[in-house]
């Protein structure tokens, strides 16, 4: 029953649409199995998921036909966090259910892959032919020497060969990770020398807002800067010939051969992913196969709604988790979309072109490409036939309400509207898609099945309709395995549980509405997200601050009211340097090649110093609420800061900034 003090909805779903759910036709098969509550909808659901998180995730399994080699012992033999158990004695193999699809004859000459470029025109590769080329691949890497627990890069975009790379990786039990072509090398190799891949799966270049990007001297900085590689794979994508001492992708996929699935243990790492790096080296995230499988599983099948009649397209780049989430779209049976280019090329409308010439079924993008169509006044539901589409999400960063107003009446009215919000460390979301609640605006529908997401103050109590901090209270299969190189699990803890002890705190600020919706007010840290890219401002200072002239620099990421994102960089000069024109084109130029195109600041504003905690750490966070108008008192504890006559600075800016 809908309380007095509930808003209405944007959107409900009708009967139909509720009956045809496949959450609907799993909670009806979990009572009866499981002795799930058959009633109560979707709330009753999530309660049990999480009361009974053992026989929730038991459900999972069996309702997907997990493929286990060997057989579990038990679900969960540790609930601790960190270190929790999953499925223990249980083996089992990622890319063998990524490729099931492809043993259905009725299947094989489907498209499982769908890849558009820049001219929008949707190339497909079916389950037969992606399954003969992981076979292929996975076999060469064998003879190439590779193994389980062995680490296999990628610097690709996002093309059906950084998927077959991938699934060839998993197949073989080996250790994937990937960065985008737009990377510097600095960015890359921060991340890549720390995992020492043994394998480079590699491009000449890319195409990008109309233009051909020439990779190959960065390749060759990579190749001389990581020693442990064994072989480096060259994708012609600009149409070169492979470099001296390389190997053809032409050639190593060529056979016909079946795929051979090691069946490597649950929590056999699958895949590292890296965070931002705000405090120094970017975190080496390690996931595994079966916790991201059961993960991915539920998100897709349950929360998406994803089957074999879908087609999945979510706008993304391979140095993103979203690419992993949108490969595992294959798990589902469903068919997935790879764009390969620039989000508004030729036009902003692009996007909204593509979900129509691939006939996506739900589109994922970015809340800043919804506030840009908006702004620059696209009418996708009058100018494209979007009549496949049953779902729009977006995440990166929240939403906003004229964001939800603008997709309902520009879209469809019609249209399941999910904002969705998690992050790299689980590569899942914690809250989000729920295809039989209704939508409201600002909010996303609900916490996620299995994932006890509270709000919680200072001290440790949960909060509902008051500002918190995300606290997840029990463990999800998808939580990292481990960091690479933190063999006593020190920075991992330090990550997660420091502030609530047996609790993941993320790092998020939300509420919990009175009727169980969420609403996300951005980071509670200073990661840089722009355009779903996050980045960590250790590798804008790094890059800056390489030039003479600056000092010391600050970098600050503010996610605004109307959905833009300002991102000033503060900067401390060198004796007799001085802030004109050329030193601000010589910064802008410096982060555009070495690290991002997305990374240039807005603005460039000179300080007399930047401010810094007693320990020498720049002091982002509280600078980051000063600019969003917090009172300084409020903002930080002065006993904290190196000189706190620093800050009135960022507080007077912060005040005209909010209140014109």
Excluded at 3 to 21: H, K, N
Excluded at 98 to 125: K, Q
Excluded at 475 to 504: K, Q, V
Excluded at 606 to 629: S, W
Aim: aromatic fraction near 10%; hydrophobic fraction near 40%.
């Amino acid at each position: 029953m809908t309380s007095a003090s509930t808003p209405q909805p944007l959107w409900s779903p009708g009967p139909d649409r509720i009956a045809a759910a496949r959450i609907t036709a799993f909670q009806a098969w979990a009572a009866e199995r499981f002795g799930a509550p058959a009633a109560g909808g979707y709330p009753a659901l999530h309660r049990w998921s999480v009361d009974e998180l053992d026989t929730f995730w038991q459900a999972v399994a069996e309702w997907f036909d997990v493929r286990f080699t060997t057989p579990y012992e038990s679900v969960l033999a540790d609930r601790a966090m960190p270190g929790a158990r999953w499925f223990t004695g249980a083996t089992l193999n990622y890319a063998e259910h990524a490729l099931r699809a492809a043993e259905d004859p009725a299947r094989a000459d489907e498209a499982a892959l769908l890849h558009v470029d820049e001219t929008h025109e949707a190339v497909p590769v079916t389950w037969a032919e992606l399954r003969r080329q992981v076979g292929a691949l996975s076999a060469e890497l064998r003879a190439l020497g590779v193994r389980p627990g062995d680490r296999v890069s990628g610097y690709l975009p996002n093309i059906p060969e950084a998927v077959t790379a991938l699934l060839a990786t998993a197949a073989v039990g080996a250790v994937w990770t990937s960065c985008a072509p737009d990377f510097g090398a600095r960015s890359v190799l921060d991340r890549f020398q720390q995992v020492e891949p043994v394998v480079l799966f590699t491009v000449d270049g890319y195409r990008y807002g109309g233009k051909e990007h020439d990779r190959r001297d960065t390749v060759a900085e990579l190749r001389a800067e990581l020693p442990s590689l064994r072989a480096v794979v060259h994708i012609p994508l600009l149409g070169t010939d492979a470099p001296e001492g390389t190997l053809a992708w032409s050639e190593l996929t060529a056979a016909a051969t079946e795929p051979v699935f090691e069946a490597v243990p649950f929590d056999h790492p699958l895949w590292v992913l890296y965070s931002s790096g705000t405090t120094g080296l970017p975190k080496a995230i390690v996931q595994s196969q079966g916790g991201i499988l059961l993960e991915h599983l539920k998100q897709l099948g349950l929360h998406c709604d994803l089957g074999p009649e879908d087609r999945f397209f979510w706008y993304t780049s391979t140095g993103w988790m979203m690419w992993n989430f949108l490969v595992s779209g294959l798990l589902t049976g469903t068919t997935v979309v790879l764009y390969d280019g620039s989000p508004g090329y030729p036009d902003t409308g692009a996007q909204w072109r593509i979900a129509e010439r691939t006939k996506a079924t739900l589109y994922g993008t970015s809340a800043a490409y919804v506030m840009a169509c908006r702004k620059a006044e696209v009418h996708p539901g009058r100018d494209f036939d979007l009549s496949s589409v049953k779902c729009v999400a977006t995440t990166g960063s929240p939403l906003p309400p004229d964001g939800f107003r603008w997709l309902h009446d520009e879209v469809a009215e019609d249209l399941w509207i999910a904002s969705v919000s998690g992050g790299t460390d689980v590569c899942s979301c914690f809250a989000g898609a729920v295809p039989t609640l209704p939508v409201h605006i600002g909010e996303l529908q609900a916490a996620c099945l299995g994932t006890d997401l509270q709000a919680w103050d200072p001290s440790g109590k949960p909060l509902v309709g008051e500002v918190g901090e995300l606290v997840v209270t029990n463990p999800m299969p998808s939580m990292p395995i481990h960091f690479w190189n933190d063999p006593d699990g020190s920075r991992y803890r330090d990550s997660y549980f420091e502030m609530f002890p047996g609790a993941w705190r993320h790092g998020d600020w939300i509420t919990i509405t009175d009727h169980g919706s969420v609403v996300i007010h951005g980071r509670s840290d200073s990661t840089l997200n722009r355009q779903g890219v996050r980045m960590g401002s250790a590798d804008i200072y790094e890059a800056v601050e390489r030039l003479p002239e600056i000092k010391e620099s600050l970098v600050i990421g503010l996610e605004e009211p109307n959905g833009g994102y300002w991102m000033p960089l503060f900067v401390h000069l060198a004796p007799g340097a001085t802030l004109d024109d050329d030193l601000r084109a010589r910064v802008k130029t410096t982060i555009r090649e070495q690290l991002s195109p997305r990374h240039v600041p807005d603005e460039i504003i000179e300080v007399p110093a930047i401010p810094h905690t007693l320990t020498g750490k720049r002091i982002e966070v509280p600078v980051k609420r000063l600019l969003q108008g917090t009172p300084l008192a409020k903002a930080v504890n002065a006993g904290s800061v190196d000189n706190i006559d620093l800050l009135p600075f960022y507080e007077e800016l912060g005040r005209t900034r909010t209140q014109g």
